[in-house]
């Protein structure tokens, strides 16, 4: 179900009456496209609930709407938006277009593909475990899902079945080259109903992972001298791709409220840069969700200097305060903003599934890309999680997930206030699988790496966030991965490692 507590904005102060606000609301998400026709709109109680409004005051909302011929009811089935509406314009993604002379920008912006050249990759030998190879018992990770609560056991009856149907050389010997048309198909259907995105099987790739897609993107769009506009902090791994395809890193401050849209607007007075990377909804490491007003400003700057953005979206459906905004990429952006999401969050560590959706332009190189690394990835897997779509069992796990990780979330800072109060600092996040705890400066993140290890706990020293010899002294605690238990002895060990 769409955001409609987020969607629906009701002013107190103005003189329209709140039932017409939302009417006119709705009316505006049906206009967008967000709202489809033949989409189903919650009932009056539930939407009364989310709005915190009277009943009744939907009830005249939707009583306005009928008499428009805006929504239809069906009978047992609720309110749905009418088939008959000739002025929805979605906003799909569209091939990218240069822009227009009088929003052209300061200067010329890169090729939107560009064909980068490849450097040899070079992450030095593999570091050591801590502990000099001793069994280690918690392991902190940054934001993993438990791969316990996983429905594993019916993926890999539909993975078994489809196996050994007859016709199963076909999706070994002929998948799509963008990926399981399954799949894709009920990417389209999930996105829609849960981020208001409208877009076509040319418009999706699917990917092992959120990070190949990431690699895939940066791949055709950087260059050596690019201007990357990144976090300050970042995902270290997406710095890591960029700065290997030679990009130059121009770091935009991250507060609460997410990137410093000003510090962007400001960069592009001077210069167009030739890629976004950002990380709205509950940004890495340090979890805070870009604002509503922020989400705005940058959609405007995206318009008027046409610039490219990869949107990294990889654990939207994790959120337990409030709702959350819709992404960039459901708004119009003239097929600027590549969206990249994952299924791993949602599942396991192992499973491997991720997509990328743009303009067909950009995803029709990206499956070219994909073949060469990949050539028609894992065909059998990414029809068994289509089946679980299709039956409803991957949205009944989110369910199950999101509200499992909400509890874990609230034990963790629980246990972090009691027993670590003097030691750390953080902020609960809105969502997401991990908490970004702050150690004040008398207590150094290597040192306490060092002794967690020999104590049988394997946590980060911190420093792959490191910027320029700054170190955030800081590290993401993963909670979604560990039950109470599990968190209980994460914590007492750590506490053990303070000195």
């Known amino acids: 179900m769409l955001p409609f507590q987020t969607l629906i904005v009701i002013d107190r102060t103005s003189a329209a009456p709140v039932y017409q606000q939302i009417a006119n609301a709705l009316i505006k998400l049906i206009q967008n496209g967000i709202l489809r026709p033949g989409a189903s709109l919650p009932g009056s109680r539930q939407l009364a609930s989310l709005l915190d409004v009277h009943r009744k005051t939907v009830e005249a909302a939707y009583e306005e709407l009928f008499i428009q011929d805006w929504i239809k009811v069906v009978p047992r089935k609720g309110p749905q938006v009418s088939q008959r509406l000739p002025e929805v314009r979605p906003h799909p993604f569209i091939d ?8 052209a920008p300061p200067t010329p912006s890169a090729p939107y593909i560009h064909p980068a050249t490849f450097p040899f990759l070079d992450f030095g030998p593999p570091a050591p475990l801590p502990g000099g190879g001793k069994k280690l018992r918690p392991v902190i990770n940054d ?12 993926l890999l009856r539909e993975y078994r079945r489809l196996f050994n149907q007859s016709s199963y050389k076909r999706f070994i010997m002929m998948g799509d ?10 990417m389209i259907d999930f996105l829609s109903d849960t981020r208001g995105m409208t877009f076509s099987l040319d418009n999706i790739v699917i990917t092992r992972g959120a990070q190949m897609a990431i690699f895939m993107a940066a791949r055709m769009i950087i260059h050596p001298g690019s201007k990357v ?5 970042n995902y270290f791994m997406a710095d890591a791709i960029f700065k290997q395809f030679g990009a130059n890193l121009i770091r935009v401050p991250v507060d609460d409220h997410g990137m410093d849209i000003e510090f962007i607007e400001k960069f592009c007075r001077k210069q167009t840069p030739d890629l976004l990377y950002i990380i709205p909804h509950h940004h890495h490491p340090t ?13 405007q700057l995206i318009d008027r200097y046409q610039f490219p953005v990869i949107e990294d979206d990889y654990d939207y459906d994790f959120h337990y305060s409030g709702g959350p905004i819709l992404p960039l990429a459901s708004a119009p952006h003239n097929g600027k903003v590549i969206y990249i999401g994952s299924l791993t969050k949602s599942l396991a560590p192992p ?4 997509y990328m959706i743009a303009p067909a332009n950009f995803i029709q190189q990206a499956a070219q890309l994909r073949r060469m690394i990949d050539i028609r990835g894992d065909s059998l897997l990414e ?31 629980e246990l972090l206030e009691q027993e670590l109060k003097d030691v750390v600092n953080f902020s609960k996040p809105q969502g997401g699988l991990a908490l970004w705890t702050k150690f004040k400066k008398e207590y150094p993140l290597p040192a306490i790496s060092a002794r967690a290890a020999g104590n049988g706990l394997m946590i980060s020293d911190g420093r792959m966030y490191d910027i320029d010899g700054h170190h955030f002294n800081a590290l993401r605690i993963g909670f979604a991965s560990m039950n109470e238990k599990e968190l209980e002895e994460a914590v007492s060990l750590l506490k053990r490692s303070i000195v």
């Open 143 to 154: 934001g993993f899902p438990d791969p316990r609560i996983a429905p594993i056991d019916i």
């Open 96 to 103: 990218a277009q240069p822009p227009s002379p009088e929003l």
């Open 287 to 299: 979890t805070v969700t870009l604002s509503g007003e922020r989400r705005m400003r940058l959609l």
């Open 351 to 354: 499973l491997r599934v991720g």
């Open 229 to 233: 506009l990144v976090g300050s902090p």
């Open 177 to 186: 080259q963008a990926g399981s048309v399954s799949l894709r198909t009920a």
């Open 383 to 413: 029809e068994a999680l289509a089946s679980l779509f299709k039956a409803g069992d991957m949205q009944k796990h989110l369910k199950r997930s999101v509200k499992l990780y909400h509890q874990r979330r609230n034990i963790l800072c």
